[in-house]
């Protein structure tokens, strides 16, 4: 497939510390850093086309490859960094895989009858197989399944112990995974329909990926927050954005924090607070989750909102709330700072120690509309 690179005059990475936006800059804070790596996104063009792509720090550009259906997230393989596969969002059945060093792009593989991806998947460590958690709504039922890499062959499948399954990560031990059972029961005869709201029932659960046993299965008090994404801390400490099927205003949280067992300690797995004052401007949803061990911040983006939302990592304090419209893409880069995605396809470095606001309003038309998360690669 064609690929279609944006130049940077159609790029805007804005920072309201700056007075003045030269044309065509590609602007992070008035240090100006130096930025390294690419960030890979999902996104649309101005006349609704679908791209998988991303950003180029280096050089500024915007680069995609066309596909036929809107893609979500995506998973970098663990050997072969040029190799990334893109998944559809739900209810999508096909995953892409882009080859960054040729741009181009194919489709892989396309779920078996009966079920749908979520948007979301992960490698294993050597890359050979690739889990990814699907909809199985003949039956009712989550699970993770698992295809070769060589030719996308499913190998095996794990049960979730749930419905609705968002995403998946790595422990660090690389044998168990983190799961996020959104709880959600849907069916493509009515797109994105929720239809057991009174009866969801999300739950974060561990799983021995081998065994297929689930080791540890959480849920909390209020059943009507769906949990969706995770971001999770080299020690496995896991960041979990959370989507409130109840009264918006009325969430009782939007974020909760899993800290596995360690040290004697038992794992735990609670909601982080706010202010009262404070909860009804999240709308009782996160659209995607990013932790910043460096920099000691949790940042759940809020785009009903209008920002996002931070909170200690160590000591689970809540920090404040960014303003910055339509935020949806969070991303840790590699010098541990995060840089967030805003719907209109302009982006802001997150001031993590002030907190402040780097929006930047543009007036004219965007060419792009990120969709929903970004990944940092090198």
């Not at 159609?10 to 700056?18: K, N, W």
């Not at 130096?34 to 280096?58: I, N, W």
């Not at 550009?61 to 559809?88: E, K, S, W, Y």
């Not at 930047?360 to 965007?366: E, P």
Request: aromatic share 8%; with cysteine.
């Amino acid at each position: 497939m064609k690929v279609s690179k944006l130049s940077r005059r159609q790029f805007v990475l804005a920072s309201a510390s700056l007075s003045a936006v030269a044309a065509g800059g590609l602007l992070f804070s008035s240090e100006s850093k130096a930025r390294t790596g690419t960030l890979l996104s999902a996104f649309e063009d101005a006349r609704g086309d679908q791209y998988v792509g991303g950003l180029s720090l280096e050089d500024e550009q915007v680069f995609g490859a066309r596909v036929p259906m809107r893609a979500h997230g995506c998973a970098i393989h663990p050997t072969d960094p040029n190799r990334v596969l893109f998944f559809a969002r739900r209810p999508g059945t096909q995953a892409f895989e882009l080859d960054r060093a040729s741009m181009q792009v194919r489709t892989v593989f396309t779920t078996e009858a009966g079920r749908h991806l979520a948007g979301h998947g992960s490698y294993s460590a050597n890359g050979d197989l690739i889990f990814t958690p699907e909809h199985d709504y003949e039956r009712a039922r989550g699970v993770v399944v698992v295809r070769d890499t060589r030719n996308f062959n499913i190998v095996g499948e794990i049960d979730t112990n749930g419905i609705d399954p968002h995403e998946v990560a790595w422990m660090p031990d690389r044998r168990s995974l983190l799961v996020a059972n959104g709880g959600i029961m849907t069916h493509p005869r009515t797109f994105r329909r929720k239809l057991n709201i009174p009866t969801m029932d999300p739950s974060l659960c561990v799983i021995d990926a081998a065994s297929g046993e689930c080791k540890e299965q959480w849920r909390l008090p209020d059943h009507l927050l769906s949990i969706r994404h995770v971001s999770m801390t080299s020690g496995g400490t896991t960041a979990v954005g959370l989507q409130y099927e109840g009264e918006k205003e009325q969430a009782p949280g939007i974020v909760a924090l899993y800290r596995p067992a360690e040290s004697g300690k038992q794992a735990q797995f609670r909601l982080l607070t706010a202010p009262p004052e404070e909860t009804p401007r999240f709308q009782g949803y996160v659209a995607s989750v990013a932790i910043s061990e460096a920099h000691d911040v949790i940042a759940a983006a809020c785009p009903y909102g209008g920002g996002v939302a931070c909170w200690s990592l160590r000591d689970e304090r809540y920090l404040g709330f960014i303003p910055a419209s339509e935020t949806y893409g969070l991303s840790r880069v590699a010098d541990g700072s995060i840089v967030a995605s805003q719907r209109d396809g302009t982006a802001y470095d997150v001031d993590e120690s002030r907190l402040r606001s780097h929006f930047l309003k543009i007036a004219s038309k965007q060419p792009i509309r990120w969709d929903d998360h970004w990944v940092a690669t090198a």
